[in-house]
């Protein structure tokens, strides 16, 4: 089945330490999105990527990086930078088709905690 | 830039009852809305679209929501829930020819026995 796999499911980081978070979709779609959730405050959009080897910045991408080298692939670091990283993270991606602003699909996400 | 307000933060009903989620948008320019729904701990699924024509969209698992151009709202609806229907719902809007979402800040629905 076609979908979208985050991992880990759970991560923890170090004081001064970087963190990655994977994200692979096998839908073949164009564009692909990083989210953070926080309890009451919906989800604000980090990084997004239309096409490969090109990425924008969200509302919040202080502290955080992301790559964009494959059409399946859209790592997600959380830098040293980012002071409060713990949060629920959710990767998604959606079709560009020309025509209508195709829904976004969403992975299970992956929830970062401070040791 | 779009936003998006969700209404009420938590709403609890009784199973069987119906059950109405408010979301109301602001933006310059026409949207696509949608309503997407969160159980614990997992993703969102994608329940129904507003992309154009009819402003009565229906979803899965009995929803169904009415797009008012006027009020600028897109508000949820079910006519009985049943208690696998709570869950967290979240309103969402993109301007057209952007493939952004904005969020609102969700709403909790507990559907008591």
Same mark, same amino acid.
């Given at each position: ?50 096409? *490969?080897?090109?990425? +924008? !910045?969200?509302?919040? $991408?202080?502290?955080?990086?992301? %790559? ?9 670091? *959380?830098?040293?930078? +980012? !002071?409060?990283?713990? $949060?629920?993270?959710?990767?998604? %991606? ?22 | ?113």
């Amino acid at each position: 089945d076609g979908g979208i796999t985050q991992s880990p499911k759970y991560l923890f980081r170090k004081e001064g330490q970087n963190v990655t978070l994977s994200c692979e979709q096998n839908l073949n779609h164009d564009a692909m999105y990083w989210y953070r959730q926080d309890p009451g405050q919906g989800l604000r959009l980090i990084y997004y990527s239309q096409i *490969v080897n090109d990425f +924008q !910045k969200g509302d919040i $991408a202080e502290g955080y990086s992301v %790559s964009r080298e494959k059409k399946e692939s859209f790592p997600l670091t *959380v830098t040293s930078a +980012q !002071k409060n990283p713990t $949060a629920f993270y959710l990767c998604a %991606s959606s079709l560009i088709t020309g025509i209508y602003n195709q829904p976004q699909h969403f992975g299970d996400g992956t929830r970062l905690s401070i040791l | 830039a779009q936003s998006v307000t969700q209404l009420d933060s938590q709403v609890p009903v009784f199973e069987e009852a119906p059950v109405e989620l408010r979301c109301n948008y602001s933006s310059s320019v026409s949207v696509y809305l949608f309503w997407y729904v969160q159980y614990p701990n997992q993703g969102l699924q994608l329940l129904l679209k507003y992309l154009s024509g009819s402003t009565l969209v229906k979803g899965i698992n009995g929803f169904e929501a009415e797009f008012n151009k006027s009020q600028t709202s897109f508000h949820l609806r079910k006519p009985s829930v049943h208690i696998s229907d709570t869950a967290e719902y979240f309103c969402a809007v993109s301007e057209v020819a952007d493939y952004k979402l904005s969020f609102g800040a969700g709403t909790t629905v507990t559907v008591r026995a």
